[in-house]
Each structure stands twice: as structure tokens, then as C-alpha cells.
């Protein structure tokens, strides 16, 4: 009997815990649920109730959207765009940038750019096509050629006053030094220029309106004048330069040290191709410092490697034609960084492009090459863990005036990964009360999940 008592005791309470546990899980459950079905409300509050916004969640273990807000509504993404830039990456680049196109005939060696933009870029200082070059010269006359040229410095769409910003740099067809001059000032009135070759073609302006050490540039020139105002210490400035065929020959020559002619000879179909560093590092750029003239050149070497040519409208043609006719809604897309208000996304759109290029990178390499909630890239200082915890956002941020959107994976407190897009457009907010907004939805699902 005593022994029957004490296994009734352990049935008993056993049976008490596991109704606990089990209604506590239920209840957790509905406040997860009901949380996710109220969140519908939120869009009504005052920072969203006069503007635009789409918000959608993909549970990735379910394979199901849990929750929907205006999916398939077309929006202005800004530099999410940079998520297509990456997907079309993923589907035509190799493991290593294609850095050059060369044929070779007699004792000449012919060579036209395929757009990559890590060539002497100050923080990549890829040299390598350098190396190539100077060991060629050594037994071949070198030709430089840019008949394979079939695109524009700037974008479609893009505000013509960017031409003189870091955000706005021409595109070009063999890029060399981030396509920018760096200047630098100190005190004493000394001025430091590099490359050193626009050495020659800066000058003094005392009208330049400044209060600080100051460059301007002419549109379509290369030009410059300086204001050097009321400077107390060292100060730099990047300005992008017009990259023309004539401007990246005299700076090949610059730099190589030998005789090279620019010459308008039309690519064979039997080039061959030079591939220089890792693409990792550079998609790694891209998109944590949401750097548009790598965006920008990543279409134009996909291009390249599609079609021998670099147009930006052949290969968004061919992405759509190939890709994106399978997708739910077909996206317009016009760029690679996001700089043009003609692209058109909708949030579902991004999601399935996030889940494609997830299995193309696998996830630990594509969360490492996101921007990291917290770490590292745009998110740095938003959506923060604690010490004893991992970084549980991943994505990709996007703004432009009156628009600020968000994309990317958010790994739950739990475990559970999902897939989001967020998109605010023609908002009269500042981008810092949508991002705060953005964070406290985000960061709460994280919590419950």
C-alpha cells in the first residue's frame, strides 16, 4: 500500500507539472500569436498613419508567412536594392572578381576593363592587375581598349548633384582608386593629393563659401578647387572624379611606369579572362557599409561575364527574364545601390531573394556579410544583444529622404529564424523615430519567438 501511495505522489505531481507546463506553453503561445495578430494595429499609430509601409515575416523552419502587411504593394527600397545587387552576385559571379579581359595578337597584348572596382580601391588595394600588366610589357605592347564600355557614369533616376558626393561616384569601365581623389589639409596650408598625378589639376579659390576646408569639382570636369578656410587641424576629403577612357590611361601609365595606348579595338569573342581577389570580402563591403559604387560595379562585372559587354540594363534584363519571372511579383529594378527612386520592390520580393541567396551562401557566410545588429556595418548601434548572448538581426538597411527600410533575418530568443522585409516610404519622420519604431517591433518578436 505504502508503495502504491508514493507512485501515486509521483503520478500525481507528475500530471500537475506537465498541465503547467502545458498551459503555460499554450498561453505563451497565444501571447506569441496574439502579439503577431495585433500587430496589423501598429501601422495606425502617428510615426506610420500618414505614410506607406509593408512588413512581412517568414518563418524558416515552417516554410509559411506568419504575418503580411501590404506584401505585394510596390515600394521605393533605397539601398535594400543592394540585396538584388548580391542575389545577381551569387548567380553569375565566380569565386574571384574578373579584373580584366585580354587578347593577345603578335607582339601586342589588347586589354578592356570588366568593371572591377577593388583595382587600387584604397581599402581593397587590389594591385594584382598591376603585376599582370608589367610582366605582359615586358614582351607585348599594351592597348587598352573600352569598346566593351555600353553603360553611363550615373544611373537612371539618380538626383544629378550626387556627381560631387562619396555616395555619388561615376561607374566606369576599369575602376582605379575607388574612382575618387583624396585630398588632404593641414594647417600650414599644405595641400596633399592622391593619386598625386590631380596634383596638377587643383587650385586655390578664396570664394569658395567654407568654414572648413572644402573641394569642388564641375560636373563632367576634372578641375578642382579648394578653400582651405578656417582649418585647425589635418582634414581629408574623398571627391570622385569623371572617369574617362583618356583619365584611366594617363593614371595606368602613372602608375605602371610604361607606355600604354588607348585604342578603339572591338573585343573578339576568344578573350581571356584575369580574375583577381576573393568576391567575399568585397560583397562583405557592400553590403555593411552599404557602399553604392560597389553595388554599382558588381552589376557591371556580372554583365561582363554574361555578355563580354558592361551594361547595367543587360543584366537587370537578364535577372528578370531568368529570376524574376518566377517570383510573386515581378520587381522594376533600374540600379545596383538603391540610389534611383524608379526601382520598385515589394517586401515579398526581398524575402524570396534573401531565402535564394541563403542557400547560394550558405547562412553563416551570407549573416557575416550583412550588416550585424549590434557588431557591425549600419546596424552597429542598433538592435544590441547582451553580453552572454549572440547577435540575433541580420540585414540590410535602405534610406533615402522620406524612405527608410530594413531586410534581412532575425535568429529569435528561442532559436526560430526568420526572414523579413520592412519598408516605411514617404514618411515625414525622421529616419531615426522609423528605425527606433523598426527596432522595438523587431526586437520584441525576438523576445516572444
Not at 579648394?226 to 572624379?241: A, Q, T, V
Not at 530594413?406 to 529569435?412: A, C, K, P, Q, R
Request: charge should be neutral.
Amino acid at each position: 500500500m505504502k508503495t502504491n501511495f508514493i507512485f501515486s505522489k509521483k503520478l500525481l505531481f507528475f500530471l500537475i507539472f506537465s498541465f503547467c507546463f502545458i498551459s503555460y506553453s499554450v498561453t505563451a503561445q497565444k501571447k506569441n500569436n496574439d502579439y503577431i495578430d495585433n500587430l496589423i494595429e501598429v501601422f495606425g499609430e502617428d510615426c506610420f498613419k500618414d505614410s506607406f509601409h509593408g512588413f512581412v515575416l517568414y518563418d524558416l523552419d515552417s516554410s509559411k508567412y506568419i504575418f503580411e502587411y501590404n506584401a505585394d504593394k510596390y515600394f521605393t527600397p533605397a539601398s535594400n536594392v543592394k540585396i538584388a545587387s548580391l542575389f545577381a552576385a551569387t548567380k553569375i559571379l565566380s569565386k574571384h572578381l574578373p579584373s580584366l579581359s585580354y587578347f593577345e595578337k603578335g607582339d601586342s597584348l589588347i586589354f578592356w576593363g570588366t568593371g572591377d572596382p577593388t583595382f587600387l580601391h584604397p581599402v581593397f588595394e587590389n594591385s594584382a592587375v598591376i603585376d599582370f600588366l608589367l610582366l605582359k610589357s615586358k614582351t607585348k605592347k599594351l592597348y587598352f581598349s573600352t569598346t566593351n564600355y555600353k553603360d553611363e557614369p550615373f544611373g537612371d533616376g539618380w538626383a544629378w548633384e550626387d556627381y560631387r558626393t562619396t555616395y555619388g561616384v561615376e561607374k566606369s569601365v576599369l575602376p582605379m582608386y575607388g574612382n575618387a581623389v583624396y585630398f588632404e589639409a593641414d594647417p600650414s596650408c599644405e595641400i596633399e593629393v592622391y593619386p598625386t598625378i590631380f596634383k596638377d589639376l587643383i587650385k586655390e579659390n578664396s570664394e569658395i563659401s567654407t568654414k572648413n576646408f572644402r573641394v569642388e569639382r564641375d560636373l563632367g570636369l576634372n578641375s578642382f578647387e579648394y578653400n582651405i578656410g578656417d582649418l585647425y587641424y589635418k582634414n581629408g576629403k574623398s571627391i570622385p572624379f569623371h572617369a574617362t577612357s583618356e583619365l584611366i590611361t594617363m593614371l595606368l601609365k602613372d602608375k605602371i611606369g610604361v607606355e600604354i595606348t588607348h585604342l578603339a579595338y572591338p573585343m573578339p569573342e576568344n578573350t581571356s579572362t584575369f580574375y583577381t581577389m576573393e568576391s567575399d570580402e568585397m560583397y562583405k563591403r557592400m553590403m555593411q557599409q552599404s557602399d553604392n559604387f560597389l553595388a554599382e560595379q558588381t552589376l557591371l562585372m556580372c554583365s561582363a561575364e554574361l555578355f563580354g559587354t558592361l551594361s547595367t540594363r543587360k543584366v537587370v534584363e537578364y535577372l528578370d527574364k531568368n529570376y524574376f519571372n518566377t517570383f510573386y511579383n515581378r520587381p522594376r529594378w533600374v540600379d545596383g545601390s538603391g540610389l534611383s527612386r524608379y526601382n520598385l520592390f515589394t517586401p515579398r520580393n526581398f524575402v524570396e531573394m534573401l531565402k535564394s541567396i541563403r542557400k547560394d551562401m550558405g547562412e553563416e557566410k551570407l549573416f557575416e556579410t550583412l550588416a550585424i545588429g549590434g557588431e557591425a556595418g549600419t546596424l552597429k548601434r542598433r538592435y544590441e544583444f547582451s553580453r552572454n548572448s549572440k547577435p540575433f538581426l541580420y540585414g540590410k538597411t535602405g534610406t533615402i529622404s522620406n524612405n527608410h527600410c530594413l531586410s534581412g533575418f532575425l535568429v529569435t530568443k528561442s532559436g526560430r529564424k526568420f526572414c523579413f522585409s520592412f519598408q516605411n516610404n514617404h514618411h515625414r519622420e525622421s529616419s531615426r523615430t522609423i528605425g527606433n519604431k523598426m527596432e522595438e517591433i523587431l526586437t520584441t518578436i525576438y523576445s516572444l519567438y
